[in-house]
Protein backbone atom coordinates (compact mmCIF):
# COMPACT_ATOMS: atom_id res chain seq x y z
CA UNK A 1 0.00 0.00 0.00
CA UNK A 2 0.98 3.15 -0.82
CA UNK A 3 0.14 4.79 2.41
CA UNK A 4 -1.67 7.60 3.59
CA UNK A 5 -1.91 10.10 0.07
CA UNK A 6 -2.46 13.48 0.51
CA UNK A 7 -2.93 16.42 -2.11
CA UNK A 8 -1.31 18.67 -2.89
CA UNK A 9 1.88 18.87 -0.92
CA UNK A 10 1.82 22.77 -0.95
CA UNK A 11 -0.78 24.97 -1.78
CA UNK A 12 0.17 28.64 -1.53
CA UNK A 13 -3.55 31.16 -2.01
CA UNK A 14 -4.72 34.32 -1.58
CA UNK A 15 -6.89 35.51 1.39
CA UNK A 16 -10.39 35.45 0.80
CA UNK A 17 -10.22 31.81 -1.58
CA UNK A 18 -11.52 28.71 -1.16
CA UNK A 19 -8.86 25.88 -0.06
CA UNK A 20 -9.40 22.18 -0.74
CA UNK A 21 -7.37 19.74 0.56
CA UNK A 22 -7.24 16.18 -0.37
CA UNK A 23 -6.71 12.64 1.64
CA UNK A 24 -7.16 9.09 0.45
CA UNK A 25 -6.55 6.95 3.18
CA UNK A 26 -4.74 3.50 3.32
CA UNK A 27 -7.07 0.64 1.99
CA UNK A 28 -9.28 -1.15 4.36
CA UNK A 29 -9.04 1.72 7.89
CA UNK A 30 -12.21 2.71 9.00
CA UNK A 31 -11.26 5.66 10.91
CA UNK A 32 -9.91 8.67 9.65
CA UNK A 33 -8.28 11.95 10.86
CA UNK A 34 -7.20 16.06 9.92
CA UNK A 35 -4.90 17.15 12.08
CA UNK A 36 -3.11 21.04 12.09
CA UNK A 37 0.28 21.89 12.98
CA UNK A 38 1.68 25.09 13.67
CA UNK A 39 4.61 26.27 15.91
CA UNK A 40 2.65 28.08 18.10
CA UNK A 41 -0.20 25.73 18.74
CA UNK A 42 1.32 22.33 17.73
CA UNK A 43 -0.45 19.43 16.72
CA UNK A 44 -4.27 19.88 16.96
CA UNK A 45 -6.95 17.25 16.16
CA UNK A 46 -9.50 18.98 13.76
CA UNK A 47 -12.03 16.45 12.89
CA UNK A 48 -12.13 12.58 13.30
CA UNK A 49 -14.30 10.16 10.90
CA UNK A 50 -15.09 6.72 11.43
CA UNK A 51 -16.73 4.56 8.98
CA UNK A 52 -17.17 7.60 7.13
CA UNK A 53 -19.08 9.33 9.80
CA UNK A 54 -17.90 12.36 11.47
CA UNK A 55 -17.83 11.76 15.47
CA UNK A 56 -16.15 14.21 17.03
CA UNK A 57 -15.41 17.49 14.78
CA UNK A 58 -15.05 20.03 18.63
CA UNK A 59 -11.57 20.78 17.08
CA UNK A 60 -12.78 22.46 13.98
CA UNK A 61 -11.80 25.88 14.48
CA UNK A 62 -15.01 27.79 12.76
CA UNK A 63 -17.57 27.68 10.15
CA UNK A 64 -15.15 28.71 7.61
CA UNK A 65 -13.81 24.82 7.86
CA UNK A 66 -15.37 22.04 7.03
CA UNK A 67 -14.54 17.89 5.93
CA UNK A 68 -16.71 15.60 4.19
CA UNK A 69 -15.98 11.96 3.36
CA UNK A 70 -18.26 10.99 1.13
CA UNK A 71 -16.66 7.22 0.78
CA UNK A 72 -13.99 5.00 2.67
CA UNK A 73 -11.50 6.20 0.16
CA UNK A 74 -11.74 9.85 0.21
CA UNK A 75 -11.79 12.99 2.96
CA UNK A 76 -11.61 16.04 1.59
CA UNK A 77 -11.23 19.72 3.90
CA UNK A 78 -12.07 22.87 2.55
CA UNK A 79 -11.75 25.94 4.48
CA UNK A 80 -13.67 28.99 2.72
CA UNK A 81 -12.94 31.96 2.91
CA UNK A 82 -9.26 31.64 3.16
CA UNK A 83 -7.29 33.63 6.19
CA UNK A 84 -3.55 34.03 7.03
CA UNK A 85 -3.93 32.89 10.10
CA UNK A 86 -4.89 29.47 8.37
CA UNK A 87 -1.45 29.18 7.01
CA UNK A 88 -0.23 25.58 8.57
CA UNK A 89 0.66 22.28 8.08
CA UNK A 90 -2.54 20.35 7.68
CA UNK A 91 -1.94 16.01 8.26
CA UNK A 92 -4.13 13.47 7.35
CA UNK A 93 -4.07 9.77 9.01
CA UNK A 94 -5.86 6.62 9.00
CA UNK A 95 -6.09 3.41 10.98
CA UNK A 96 -7.98 0.27 11.77
CA UNK A 97 -9.87 0.90 14.39
CA UNK A 98 -9.99 -2.19 17.38
CA UNK A 99 -8.45 -2.08 20.19
CA UNK A 100 -6.77 1.14 21.76
CA UNK A 101 -3.03 0.21 20.76
CA UNK A 102 -3.81 0.50 17.15
CA UNK A 103 -1.69 2.88 15.29
CA UNK A 104 -2.37 5.98 13.43
CA UNK A 105 -0.61 6.23 9.74
CA UNK A 106 0.17 10.00 8.41
CA UNK A 107 0.14 11.28 5.18
CA UNK A 108 3.16 13.52 4.19
CA UNK A 109 1.04 16.66 4.82
CA UNK A 110 -0.30 20.01 2.68
CA UNK A 111 1.85 23.07 3.73
CA UNK A 112 -0.82 25.92 3.51
CA UNK A 113 0.30 29.47 3.17
CA UNK A 114 -2.41 32.20 2.91
CA UNK A 115 -1.15 35.43 1.71
CA UNK B 1 -7.89 16.71 32.22
CA UNK B 2 -6.29 14.27 29.94
CA UNK B 3 -2.65 15.31 29.24
CA UNK B 4 0.79 14.62 27.65
CA UNK B 5 3.98 16.26 29.27
CA UNK B 6 7.29 16.28 27.06
CA UNK B 7 8.76 17.97 29.83
CA UNK B 8 11.86 19.01 27.30
CA UNK B 9 11.65 21.19 24.18
CA UNK B 10 15.05 19.78 22.89
CA UNK B 11 17.87 17.18 23.83
CA UNK B 12 21.30 17.72 22.92
CA UNK B 13 22.89 13.77 23.29
CA UNK B 14 26.63 13.50 21.47
CA UNK B 15 26.52 10.36 18.64
CA UNK B 16 27.51 7.31 20.03
CA UNK B 17 25.97 7.94 23.26
CA UNK B 18 22.67 6.64 25.08
CA UNK B 19 19.56 8.51 24.82
CA UNK B 20 16.09 9.20 26.73
CA UNK B 21 13.17 11.62 25.28
CA UNK B 22 10.48 11.40 28.30
CA UNK B 23 6.78 11.34 28.49
CA UNK B 24 4.53 11.41 31.21
CA UNK B 25 0.81 11.43 31.03
CA UNK B 26 -2.61 11.56 32.57
CA UNK B 27 -5.18 9.61 31.50
CA UNK B 28 -8.21 7.90 32.95
CA UNK B 29 -8.35 4.15 32.41
CA UNK B 30 -5.64 1.95 30.71
CA UNK B 31 -3.22 4.02 28.81
CA UNK B 32 -2.01 2.98 25.49
CA UNK B 33 1.48 5.24 24.76
CA UNK B 34 2.67 5.66 21.30
CA UNK B 35 5.70 6.95 20.20
CA UNK B 36 6.24 8.77 17.13
CA UNK B 37 9.10 10.46 14.95
CA UNK B 38 8.35 13.67 12.66
CA UNK B 39 11.41 14.75 10.33
CA UNK B 40 11.72 17.84 8.31
CA UNK B 41 9.32 18.50 5.44
CA UNK B 42 7.79 15.13 6.41
CA UNK B 43 4.58 13.68 8.00
CA UNK B 44 4.57 12.09 11.89
CA UNK B 45 5.80 8.44 11.46
CA UNK B 46 5.05 5.88 14.13
CA UNK B 47 8.11 4.47 16.30
CA UNK B 48 6.52 1.97 18.69
CA UNK B 49 3.51 1.61 21.06
CA UNK B 50 3.25 0.13 24.78
CA UNK B 51 1.86 -3.09 24.05
CA UNK B 52 0.00 -4.74 27.49
CA UNK B 53 2.55 -6.56 29.35
CA UNK B 54 5.57 -5.38 28.09
CA UNK B 55 7.24 -2.82 30.17
CA UNK B 56 10.15 -2.79 28.00
CA UNK B 57 8.85 -2.45 24.28
CA UNK B 58 11.27 -2.34 20.95
CA UNK B 59 10.27 -0.34 18.07
CA UNK B 60 11.65 0.60 14.34
CA UNK B 61 15.32 2.27 14.32
CA UNK B 62 17.04 0.66 17.41
CA UNK B 63 14.69 2.77 19.68
CA UNK B 64 12.86 1.14 22.82
CA UNK B 65 10.72 2.61 25.13
CA UNK B 66 10.20 2.34 29.20
CA UNK B 67 6.85 1.68 30.54
CA UNK B 68 6.21 2.93 34.11
CA UNK B 69 2.97 2.66 35.21
CA UNK B 70 2.98 3.92 38.68
CA UNK B 71 4.91 6.71 36.94
CA UNK B 72 2.31 7.07 34.41
CA UNK B 73 5.36 7.73 31.93
CA UNK B 74 6.52 6.18 28.90
CA UNK B 75 9.66 7.12 28.24
CA UNK B 76 11.87 6.39 24.77
CA UNK B 77 15.26 5.01 24.54
CA UNK B 78 18.17 4.04 22.27
CA UNK B 79 21.46 2.78 24.16
CA UNK B 80 23.77 4.36 20.98
CA UNK B 81 22.16 7.59 19.50
CA UNK B 82 23.31 8.40 16.03
CA UNK B 83 23.33 11.77 13.55
CA UNK B 84 20.31 10.84 11.81
CA UNK B 85 17.99 10.38 14.85
CA UNK B 86 18.09 13.99 14.89
CA UNK B 87 14.32 14.87 14.75
CA UNK B 88 11.15 15.89 16.36
CA UNK B 89 9.48 12.89 18.94
CA UNK B 90 5.95 13.07 19.47
CA UNK B 91 4.64 11.11 22.63
CA UNK B 92 0.49 10.43 22.49
CA UNK B 93 -1.57 8.39 24.77
CA UNK B 94 -5.25 7.37 23.49
CA UNK B 95 -7.95 8.34 25.34
CA UNK B 96 -10.38 5.33 25.08
CA UNK B 97 -13.29 7.73 26.33
CA UNK B 98 -13.44 9.08 22.72
CA UNK B 99 -10.54 7.12 21.23
CA UNK B 100 -8.71 10.25 20.35
CA UNK B 101 -4.94 10.67 20.64
CA UNK B 102 -3.50 13.01 23.24
CA UNK B 103 -0.48 14.16 21.62
CA UNK B 104 2.36 16.12 23.65
CA UNK B 105 4.16 19.29 22.58
CA UNK B 106 6.98 17.56 21.25
CA UNK B 107 10.75 17.11 21.57
CA UNK B 108 13.39 18.05 19.44
CA UNK B 109 16.13 15.44 19.65
CA UNK B 110 19.47 17.09 18.07
CA UNK B 111 22.71 14.34 17.67
CA UNK B 112 25.65 16.26 17.34
CA UNK B 113 28.57 14.30 15.81
Known amino acids: DAGVIQSPRHEVTEMGQEVTLRCKPISGHNSLFWYRQTMMRGLELLIYFNNNVPIDDSGMPEDRFSAKMPNASFSTLKIQPSEPRDSAVYFC?????????????FGQGTRLTVV | AQSVAQPEDQVNVAEGNPLTVKCTYSVSGNPYPFWYVQYPNRGLQFLLKYITGDNLVKGSYGFEAEFNKSQTSFHLKKPSALVSDSALYFCAVRDMSNYQLIWGAGTKLIIKP
Open chain 1, 93 to 105: ASNFRTGGNTEAF
